[in-house]
Nanobody, 115 residues
């Protein structure tokens, strides 16, 4: 599965962004997709995940209520709606796809939140 993330950019604190991640290739084998992020000088961390068939979601506890993960199965596209953004949300956001015991990663999209 190949992934193409988009939607990052510069936003002021309190603003919103929606990230997208388009999947192609062996999408019929998808079991789950997720978002991770890596801030400056930090390790990559889990943001949110979604089961592809049932839509069950999970979140990093600290992001619940501000971030919402969703998917459009017909378009093979993953989304991350981010509201009330804070400067500490500044990071490169990566999407990941799990299929056939493999995890593929997208190229990342940069989100910068100014104070």
């Amino acid at each position: 599965v190949q992934l193409q993330a988009s939607g990052g950019g510069l936003v002021q604190a309190g603003g919103s962004l929606r990230l997208s991640c388009a999947a192609s290739g062996r999408t019929s084998s998808l079991t789950a997709m997720s978002w991770f992020r890596q801030g400056p000088g930090k390790e990559r961390e889990f943001v949110a995940g979604i089961m592809w068939s049932g839509g069950y979601t999970s979140y990093q506890d600290s992001l619940k209520g501000r971030f919402t993960i969703s998917r459009d199965s017909a378009k093979n596209t993953l989304y991350l709606q981010m509201n009330s953004l804070k400067p500490e949300d500044t990071a490169v956001y990566y999407c990941a796809a799990d299929y056939s015991r493999i995890r593929s990663w997208g190229q990342g999209t940069l989100v910068t939140v100014s104070s």
